[in-house]
């Protein structure tokens, strides 16, 4: 039995880990560079962040390709690079992992396109299985364990990234989904339909991140708990509501906020459990303190 699966069926709660981005402009990413050049620029400086939730106790890290399709990276016209950024992304994490005292799992990170699907936009179901398929290449040839689908908001955007992966490979995949408005997704989507659609995809577990607020997010998935009862269910939240100061973004989850935030999602039904924009080692490190009651 390989690791994830071991995992999976023990029942306990699966460590994942914080921000990527939060952690990149720490280290020094300027606004409107892309994340996924620093893979070849400053490979170090994203080892370091792996490192660094590793240690706090991360079980599985994402790597850093959210932004990683061609779609999203024509932005800065980096579409031609694609394969190239996202298997250094995947180089980087994988040896991470290998150099760790303990099995830990590398999760390729596969983020929204950006785009809108006909008829709101001009994106195609076709063209948007291309565009997840070549990042999944990439991914791929860098080692990473699994995939990671997160952030979506559109379920037809989740379906093209699952076809599009399963074109190459057939690692484990998992998916989340961003509910910030309302209760559900910005397209409309609720946790109780998402968990329904998405419980018939080929994945091994599914779940929210991101949204607004731990508070929120544990209430997303207690309602798919209860539509979807036997699923394995992943709980990514923010570290508690963002606010500009200056020119910078803060979150006022601290890492206590987060523990308790950790416990309580557990209990409500999630096992694979971290954190998502503005969590830093030291809030998943302060996860991994509260959830050692149930290992």
């Known amino acids: 039995m390989d690791i994830l699966s071991q995992l999976l069926q ?11 981005g939060t952690m990149l402009m720490a280290a020094g990413l300027e606004a409107g560079d892309a994340p996924e050049e620093w893979n070849v620029l400053y490979p170090e400086r994203v080892r370091a962040i792996h490192q660094a939730y590793v240690e706090a106790g991360s079980q599985i890290f994402l790597t850093n390709t959210f932004g990683g399709t061609p779609l999203r990276l024509s932005s800065h016209g980096l579409e031609d690079r694609t394969v190239e950024l996202n298997a250094a992304a995947g180089k980087i994490a994988s ?20 785009q809108l699907f ?6 195609t179901f076709d063209k948007a299985v291309e565009a997840f398929r070549e990042q999944a290449s990439g991914l791929a040839d860098g080692g990473v364990d699994l995939f990671w689908i997160e952030t979506m908001s559109d379920l037809d955007e989740v379906k093209a990234a ?24 910005m397209m409309g989507v609720s946790p109780a339909r998402a968990a329904r659609e998405l419980g018939q995809l080929d994945l091994v577990a599914l779940g929210a991140n991101c949204g607004t607020g731990s508070d929120e997010l544990i209430e997303t998935i207690q309602a798919m708990r209860a539509e979807a ?9 923010n570290a508690g509501i ?11 989850g601290s890492p206590e906020v987060m523990a308790v935030y950790a416990s309580e999602v557990y209990q409500a039904g999630a096992q694979l459990i971290g954190g998502c924009c503005g969590n830093t080692p030291a809030h998943v490190q302060a996860m991994a303190g509260a959830l050692k009651q149930f290992s």
């Open 242 to 252: 963002p606010k500009i100061v200056g020119d910078e973004v803060l979150f006022n």
């Open 95 to 114: 040896q991470v992992a290998e150099a760790a005292d303990r099995e830990v799992l590398v999760a390729g990170s596969i983020g929204p396109s950006g």
């Open 10 to 20: 023990s029942g306990k709660p699966i460590l994942l880990d914080g921000a990527m």
């Open 118 to 123: 006909e008829p709101m936009g001009s994106l």
């Open 229 to 237: 009862p036997e699923a394995t269910l992943i709980a990514k939240a």
């Open 162 to 185: 699952v076809a599009g992966i399963r074109e190459i490979s057939d690692l484990p995949i998992t998916a989340t989904m961003s509910f910030d408005t309302h209760g559900h997704t």
